[in-house]
C-alpha cells in the first residue's frame, strides 16, 4: 500500500504526546500592546487538545 500524505499544516500545528496532542494557543502573533502582561503569559503555554478533536488530527496526520 502506498504511504498516505500527512496534511502539512495540521502537522507544524500539532506535536504528539503520552496522552494524545498538545497545540500552541493562538492571539500571540500581533496586537500585543493592548493585550495584559499576565494574558500574554498565559498564552505562551501549550494546550492539550479536545479529545473530540484527537480523531480528526490523527487522520490529517498518520505518522507524527
Not at 7 to 29: C, V, Y
Request: aromatic share 4%.
Amino acid at each position: 500500500m502506498p504511504k498516505i500524505k500527512s496534511n502539512s499544516g495540521a502537522a507544524k500545528r500539532f506535536k504528539r504526546t503520552a496522552n494524545g496532542f498538545k497545540h500552541k494557543q493562538s492571539h500571540t502573533s500581533h496586537i500585543l500592546t493592548k493585550k495584559s502582561t499576565k494574558r500574554k503569559r498565559h498564552l505562551r503555554s501549550m494546550n492539550q487538545v479536545a479529545d473530540s478533536d484527537v480523531r480528526l488530527i490523527t487522520r490529517m496526520c498518520p505518522y507524527i
